[in-house]
């Protein structure tokens, strides 16, 4: 079983088009990460979750709309695509009881083309 | 400048050989260490935490110096399989949670 699973693991699309990638983790973590991993190899925090609850907005164009319907799933919704759009975004799950632990899980990764 | 800064490398090295990568963080308040391993085209994994007092995990040591906020990561007696891109991780608290911060990542290759 696949702890933290997301789909789709490829997408190919046209700038303007809006896209969503879904992310589900069955460890029973209370966080959620979207991270985005551009041509540099630089892993970026976009959005973290805890208990459906946003707490972190990195600066994030509102073209990214992320929607957590509940704390196993954390999707994102991308409106208007961009060529910088173009990456690979990762998922992750923690669960954080203190600062020193909560190793992140992560999903294989969406790799998003825009072209 | 960014908040945690790594030598991209890359490092080429044969089998057997030590290296040893450097990790620097600008962020006083960052309170645990860890590095992750990333493979190429996989998901970034937990290869060890830091911890001050320094730790061993086989072949591989982790340091922390707080106070020149300086991480680094030692792989003695190097494989094949330890090709791959390390990344420095700070943690630290943020509103509502805590914050996870990577480095841009140190490239390995060890050749044979």
């Known amino acids: 079983d696949t702890a933290v699973s997301q789909t789709p693991k490829y997408l190919v699309t046209q700038m303007g088009n809006d896209k969503s990638i879904k992310c589900e983790q069955n460890l029973g973590h209370d966080t959620m990460y979207w991270y985005k991993q551009d041509s540099k190899k630089f892993l970026k925090i976009m959005f973290s979750y805890n208990n459906k609850e946003l707490i972190i907005n990195e600066t994030v164009p509102n073209r990214f709309s992320p929607k957590s319907p509940d704390k196993a799933h954390l999707n994102l919704h991308i409106n208007s695509l961009e060529l910088g759009d173009s990456a690979v975004y990762f998922c992750a799950s923690s669960q954080e009881p203190q600062l020193n632990t909560g190793e992140l899980f992560f999903g294989e990764g969406s790799r998003l083309t825009v072209l | 400048r960014k908040e945690v800064e790594q030598d991209p490398g890359p490092f080429n090295v044969p089998e057997g050989a030590t290296v040893a990568f450097n990790c620097t963080y600008s962020?006083?308040?960052?309170?645990?260490f860890f590095w992750y391993r990333q493979d190429c085209r996989k998901e970034p994994k937990l290869l060890m935490s830091?911890?001050?007092s320094g730790n061993e995990d086989g072949r591989f040591t982790a340091q922390l110096n707080r106070a020149s906020q300086y991480i680094s990561l030692l792989i003695r007696d190097s494989k094949l399989s330890d090709s791959a891109t390390y990344l420095c991780v700070v943690k630290r608290d943020h509103t509502g949670g805590f914050k996870t911060i990577f480095g841009a990542g140190t490239r390995l290759f060890v050749k044979a």
């Open positions: 830091v911890y001050s």
């Open positions: 962020n006083s308040a960052s309170q645990s």
